[in-house]
Nanobody, 122 residues
Framework: QVQVVQFGGGSVQSGGSLTLSCKSQ???????MGWFRQAPGMEREGVAS???????NYALSVEGRFTITLDNAEKIVTLQMTGLKLEDTAMYYC?????????????????WGQGTQVTVSS
């Protein structure tokens, strides 16, 4: 399993912003990185994904508020989160996989970060 290391996260008031970053240690030439989140008692869900040929997917719940970007040379993916809502509170996980099939589903991803907590308060 390839190591994936996450950075960022924390607590913010509703309407605020946070940035998450994640670095993959893979040597994949074609690859995909994504962000997922899991709230207590809920299933893990896809938030956003990006390939190194710049194909991007967003979940409808975050589109227009979250922005995913990729530094291809460093294999660092960043998730900029703005207009945060109470329902964005969750543990956020970064994931990576080889290839350009990049769905917002858990199964295809092989490499997972350790998770980082994002808490939005009123």
């Amino acid at each position: 399993q390839v190591q994936v290391v996450q950075f960022g996260g924390g607590s913010v008031q509703s309407g605020g912003s946070l940035t998450l970053s994640c670095k993959s240690q893979s040597d994949y030439s074609a690859y995909c990185m994504g962000w997922f989140r899991q709230a207590p008692g809920m299933e893990r869900e896809g938030v956003a994904s990006i390939t190194n040929n710049r194909k991007i997917n967003y979940a409808l719940s975050v589109e227009g508020r979250f922005t995913i970007t990729l530094d291809n040379a460093e294999k660092i993916v960043t998730l900029q989160m703005t207009g945060l809502k109470l329902e964005d509170t969750a543990m956020y996980y970064c994931a990576a996989k080889t290839g350009w099939y990049c769905p917002l589903k858990i199964d295809p991803y092989t490499d997972w970060g350790q998770g980082t907590q994002v808490t939005v308060s009123s």
